[in-house]
C-alpha cells in the first residue's frame, strides 16, 4: 500500500493521473479516488498537448461552453488556454483575440437571418454573401487608441473596406452595391 505523501508526489510530479497510476504501479480509478480524498487530484493539464506534438493552441476566456467544444472537437489535435480575459497581451501572454471578438458582431447579424434555414446550402451561401458584404461593401474605420488621452481615435482620414485596404478597386457606385457587385460577377444573368 502507497503513502499518502507518495500519492500526492506522484499526483504532482506527472502530467496525467494515468502517468501517476503508473508510476505507483496501482489501479487508475482507485488512485483518482485517494487523491480526490487527499486533495491532489489534477485533471489533464494543458502541456500534455505540447509534449505529444501538438501544433494548435486556442486560447479563451472563462466561458464553460468553449472548454466543452474544444473537449469536443479538438482534444487530440489541439491545446486549451482556458481562463484568459479578452485583453491577452496584458497579461503576458503573444495573442490577444480581440479581432475574433469584434468578428462576432457579423456572424452574429448573419446567425439571425439563418435561423429557421434547414439547408445547409443556403446557410453556406448566406455566410458568403455576409462575407462579401463585410469585404466590399462595408466600410470602417481604423481605430488607434492615443497614448496621451487614452481615447480611441481613428487611424485613417477616409473610410474603407478591406478590399480598399488591400488595393483590390472595384467601382460599385453608391447605391445598390450589392447588387452591382453580383450583376459584374455574373453578367450573363
Not at 82 to 102: A, F, Q, S, T
Not at 147 to 152: A, G, L, M, P
Not at 165 to 187: H, M, S, V, W
Request: charged share 30%.
Amino acid at each position: 500500500m502507497k503513502t499518502n505523501q507518495q500519492i500526492i508526489d506522484a499526483c504532482q510530479s506527472s502530467l496525467t493521473m494515468a502517468e501517476a497510476a503508473r508510476k505507483l504501479s496501482i489501479d487508475y480509478k482507485t488512485l483518482r479516488a485517494k487523491s480526490k480524498l487527499l486533495g491532489c487530484f489534477q485533471p489533464n493539464r494543458g502541456s500534455k498537448g505540447k509534449k505529444k506534438g501538438k501544433k494548435f493552441n486556442f486560447t479563451t476566456d472563462k466561458l464553460a461552453h468553449y472548454k466543452k467544444g474544444f473537449n469536443k472537437y479538438f482534444l487530440y489535435i489541439a491545446t486549451l488556454t482556458h481562463g484568459v480575459p479578452i485583453k491577452c497581451k496584458k497579461y503576458g501572454l503573444k495573442r490577444n483575440n480581440n479581432c475574433i471578438e469584434r468578428d462576432h458582431q457579423y456572424s452574429r447579424k448573419i446567425d439571425k437571418n439563418a435561423r429557421g434555414n434547414k439547408d445547409i446550402e443556403g446557410v453556406s451561401s448566406l455566410y458568403d454573401i455576409g462575407d462579401v458584404y463585410y469585404n466590399y461593401i462595408d466600410k470602417q474605420r481604423l481605430m488607434k487608441k492615443c497614448r496621451k488621452t487614452k481615447r480611441w481615435t481613428p487611424k485613417e482620414k477616409e473610410w474603407k473596406t478591406p478590399a480598399q485596404r488591400a488595393n483590390i478597386n472595384i467601382n460599385l457606385g453608391d447605391k445598390f452595391q450589392l447588387l452591382n457587385l453580383i450583376k459584374q460577377q455574373y453578367p450573363e444573368d
